[in-house]
């Protein structure tokens, strides 16, 4: 058996020889599969190979399936297993679901059932290592020298979070893991985002009210639906690097010294780094990378200019002012209406793409944005369908 084949690899144990060759001949065209017959000799096979799934038989001599079971999920808290029994109780399925275990099937099984259980548990495995790589990326970013694992086990102490969490997994292990999925595991980072604006008080509901004023912009330039679903995303977490920005910098009342304003500016890089490990759609870290790039080309991080900049990006970018100036910022009060649009007007083909801000101008006109976060939230969802905040 080579380690370096990349299918995903189940450790089948069981005791007898019969379901275990089973096992072998159905999984074996789209898996490596190694067997054992004990469970000690299991754990050894996984303390010395990657392994994705393993299927357990909980009647077995010597040490018991439930004592494996156990073992596996404090030793190996990322391998998913699936328990299959010929003889299975209420109290053995009771402590299989309090152990996390991904299935349950009873003996005989069939090969649909079992090839469903196989692939819902490898998709489970790569969301759970995904999120860990992201989480281990957010950990670098807050400079703080933390495990994925006690990460995670801070958003497992919310309630909400860990809902959202199981959610994901759940939705990407399904048989419906396709849009459906994606836009679970979107509406966990869209709450992963409400946490991180917890730094500053003054950014609370921003990343939100951005996603709504760009859902309006992208509706009236007549962006298509997936676009305008990737820009919603986006637009949610465009600002998702602030995670890797001293809070004190970003609470600071007076004007920034040159380094502090360079550290600040690295907020989109980070944003676009974090996002990578996530296999979303590529031009949502191109458009959280490129939010704060000028029409003029004089922003940052790359100086681009014009059409060179994402479309997303340059949406976002004047939701992102338009925002600013609407609310309290730690220096100043919300600018007045007349103000924010002769701002507008002053800065389109400066800061702003020309035809987005024209475009937010007239949802402006048109009293689109002249309400509060939580009623602007509701009227998306019947103005702008595919661009509504979601209610996280
Ligand atoms: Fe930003
Ligand atoms: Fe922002």
Do not use: N
């Not at 970003?250 to 690295?266: F, K, M, N, S, T």
């Amino acid at each position: 058996m080579s380690d370096t084949d990349p299918r995903p690899c189940v450790l089948v144990v069981d005791d007898e020889r019969g379901p275990r060759e089973s096992l072998r001949m159905i999984l074996e065209p789209a898996h490596r599969v190694i067997q054992s017959s004990r469970g000690s000799e299991a754990l050894e096979l996984l303390r010395a190979h990657p392994v994705d799934v393993v299927t357990l038989d909980l009647h077995m001599p010597g040490m018991r399936g439930d004592e494996v079971m156990r073992a596996v999920r404090r030793e190996f808290p990322g391998v998913e297993v699936i328990v299959i029994t010929g003889c299975g109780s209420v109290e053995s399925a009771a402590e299989a679901v309090r152990q996390g275990i991904c299935d349950y099937l009873q003996k005989p099984f069939d090969v649909v059932q079992v090839t469903a259980a196989v692939a819902r548990a490898v998709a489970r495995r790569g969301a759970r290592s995904r999120l860990c790589r992201f989480l281990e990326e957010l950990g670098h970013a807050v400079g703080r020298d933390r495990e994925a694992q006690a990460l995670l086990d801070d958003l497992h102490a919310s309630e909400r979070l860990r809902a959202r969490l199981g959610e994901v997994f759940d939705a990407r292990g399904g048989r419906d893991a396709g849009a459906a999925g994606a836009a679970r595991g979107v509406a966990f980072l869209e709450l992963l985002a409400e946490t991180i604006e917890t730094k500053d008080r003054f950014m609370r509901g921003h990343a939100r009210r951005v996603a709504f004023v760009s859902g309006l912009v992208a509706e009236r330039l007549g962006l298509g639906a997936e676009e305008r679903e990737d820009l919603r995303i986006a637009a949610f977490l465009h600002d998702l690097g602030k995670v890797g920005v001293p809070t004190d910098l970003l609470l600071r009342d007076g004007a920034l010294e040159p380094a502090e304003r360079r550290i600040v500016e690295q907020h989109p890089v980070i944003g676009a780094r974090l996002i990578a490990s996530l296999d979303l759609p590529a031009g949502i870290a191109l458009a959280l990378r490129h939010h704060h790039e000028w029409w003029d080309g004089s922003g940052y991080p790359d100086g681009i200019a014009g059409e060179r900049i994402p479309l997303a990006a340059r949406i976002i970018g004047v939701a992102d002012a338009f925002d600013a100036m609407t609310c309290d910022r730690p220096y100043r009060r919300a600018l007045a209406r007349e103000v924010v649009v002769s701002e507008l007007c002053r800065f389109s083909g400066i800061q702003f793409d020309p035809d987005a801000a024209e475009a937010l101008l007239a949802c402006v006109e048109a009293g689109l944005c002249d309400q509060d976060a939580g009623s602007l939230a509701g009227a998306a969802a019947s103005a702008a369908p595919g661009c509504a905040p979601q209610a996280a």
